[in-house]
Nanobody, 123 residues
Framework: VQLQASGGGLVQAGGSLRLSCAAS????????IGWFRQAPGREREGVSC????????YYRDSVKGRFTISRDNAKNTVYLQMNSLKPEDTAVYYC?????????????????WGQGTLVTVSS
């Protein structure tokens, strides 16, 4: 089982990126998916999560109105559209999956984690 996060890169403040989290070896339609990030010298924090059906979505306050999480179960992929990026969004972004959306909200003891993708926002 592997989660592959991609789509990171270098962007100027105000720009946009779309991150993708693609799965292999597991069908994501039974899993809640979360996006997390970790900036240098800081603890990992939850950014957004979506339930298996897409009916429940959470965003941390600092990204509300700028980030949009979505899922395409047919493609076994979850996306994080990030607009109006700020330098403080700079971090390594990770996706993770678990059958429990509550565990994804907490961000602990999750079934699967992907490797990170680096997002750098220049001022």
């Amino acid at each position: 089982v592997q989660l592959q996060a991609s789509g990171g890169g270098l962007v100027q403040a105000g720009g946009s990126l779309r991150l993708s989290c693609a799965a292999s070896g597991v069908t994501l339609d039974s899993y809640a998916i979360g996006w997390f990030r970790q900036a240098p010298g800081r603890e990992r924090e939850g950014v957004s999560c979506i339930s298996s059906t897409g009916g429940s979505i959470y965003y941390r306050d600092s990204v509300k109105g700028r980030f949009t999480i979505s899922r395409d179960n047919a493609k076994n992929t979850v996306y994080l559209q990030m607009n109006s990026l700020k330098p403080e969004d700079t971090a390594v972004y990770y996706c993770a999956a678990d059958r429990s959306v509550l565990r994804v909200r907490i961000g602990r003891n999750l079934d699967y984690w992907g490797q990170g993708t680096l997002v750098t926002v220049s001022s």
